[in-house]
């Protein structure tokens, strides 16, 4: 067999079971929501667990550590920001069905990146790029 026909095969499966547990994490929320446990604390967990997880995969791998002050700065903002992101999503959990605050959370990098691309000209729009918007909204409609 083709290795690149094997990795590209790993990197689907991959890629595939990662979407598919982010967006079951309000499936994940109600026992959590419903048991009365901080969502501060299953946050911290949720991003310890992985830390670790990736931490020890790049070890195994023999990845090097090593990033610069830059790149270090970077890390903290994203890191932040997708934090941020995370917390707020649990919040409108409080104020919102879990549906419709799935339904936002996950169209808004869809429509930042339409804006993105006819506003800003950041990026031309290719026939892979408008397939995959049409999958993902057709992913929120079923969702």
């Known amino acids: 067999m083709n290795m690149d026909f094997k990795k590209t095969k790993?990197?689907?499966?991959?890629?595939?079971?990662?979407?598919?547990?982010?967006?079951?994490?309000?499936?994940?929320?109600?026992?959590?929501?419903e048991s009365n446990f901080s969502l501060d604390a299953s946050l911290l967990y949720r991003f310890a667990i992985g830390a670790v997880c990736i931490l020890g995969y790049l070890i195994y791998k023999k990845e090097n550590l090593k990033i610069s002050l830059r790149e270090?700065?970077?890390?903290?903002?994203?890191?932040?920001?997708?934090?941020?992101?995370?917390?707020?999503?649990?919040?409108?959990?409080?104020?919102?069905?879990?549906?419709i605050a799935s339904t936002i959370f996950f169209t808004y990098p869809i429509i930042i990146a339409i804006i993105l691309a006819a506003f800003f000209l950041v990026k031309k729009i290719t026939i892979p790029t408008i397939i995959s918007l049409f999958i993902v909204f057709a992913g929120v409609f079923l969702y």
Request: aromatic residues 24%.
């Open 10 to 33: 790993r990197l689907f499966i991959s890629i595939f079971l990662s979407a598919v547990s982010y967006g079951m994490i309000p499936l994940y929320m109600i026992p959590i929501k």
């Open 72 to 99: 270090f700065i970077v890390f903290i903002f994203l890191g932040l920001f997708y934090a941020l992101s995370s917390e707020f999503l649990f919040m409108a959990y409080d104020y919102l069905t879990l549906g």
